[in-house]
């Protein structure tokens, strides 16, 4: 089976053997190794997936520029990785208020294991949270936030090489791009309209903070979503 067949049946280790040989044996094949670094990228590995991006940056002006744009957004994981083991804080897009602040210290609460004080004061920032209405596609909605509740009514967003968490309050219109590549799977594009009228490209994490670690590759590729409640597991 070739790479792109294992990948598809959900085989990433054996797709990233065969990947590996078919390098090997077309080593200048840029989209070889575009597909290889989008492939360390699913798998977490984003030390070997800026490797990658380093030889890109040397073949082509394409394969430079792709370089130029995803060193930025793995240093954005990279953050946050940091900011959902309770190590850093993310930055808050626009104004700071008291409930994003009680939200970012609920998220400090849960990395420690501390649900008890993480659920008071994640309450706390819901209840002062604005409600905010509006559509998707036709469909209206009064009220709207993630069902991860340590984010609830704030995106997660890498904008211009920062990590921000984005209340859906100063978010006027969002506009995903559909997913064409492998990466696409991780981090999506999508186009911005703030409440102000300004707008701006970014890119935003398709999966759960820790998905690249499970052993389920339906998880680690985006195709679905398994739920656990605080201190059920990683």
């Known amino acids: 089976m070739t790479s792109a067949e294992l990948l598809q049946a959900g ?3 054996e797709a990233l053997t065969a990947l590996q040989g078919e390098i090997r044996d077309r080593p200048q094949d840029e989209r070889l190794r575009i597909y290889l670094f989008q492939l360390e990228a699913v798998k977490g590995r984003l030390d070997k997936a800026l490797n990658q991006l380093q030889v890109l ?4 002006a394409d394969s430079m520029l792709l370089a130029q744009i995803f060193r930025p957004v793995i240093t954005c994981e990279l953050l946050r990785r940091e900011v959902f083991s309770g190590k850093r804080s993310p930055l808050v897009f626009g104004e700071p208020t008291d409930w994003m602040g009680w939200l970012i210290q609920a998220g400090v609460h849960v990395a420690r294991g501390e649900f008890s004080a993480a659920s008071q004061l994640r309450e706390k920032a819901f209840e002062a949270a604005p409600s905010i ?6 469909t209206a909605f009064e009220w709207i936030a993630d069902a991860d509740s340590r984010l609830g009514p704030v995106m997660e967003a890498f904008i211009e090489g920062k990590y921000f968490w984005v209340p859906m309050a100063r978010v006027r219109k969002v506009e995903f791009e559909k997913p ?3 990466r696409d ?3 999506l594009p999508v186009n911005f309209t703030w409440t102000n009228g300004g707008a701006i490209g970014a890119h935003i994490p398709v999966r759960y903070p820790s998905t690249e670690n499970s052993g389920d590759a339906q998880l680690r590729l985006a195709r679905r979503t398994e739920w656990q409640g605080e201190g059920e597991g990683g």
């Open 185 to 187: 799977l991780v981090w």
């Open 133 to 138: 209405g509006g559509k998707v596609d036709d």
């Open 11 to 13: 085989r990433l280790d």
């Open 180 to 182: 064409s590549d492998l």
């Open 57 to 60: 940056a040397t073949l082509d």
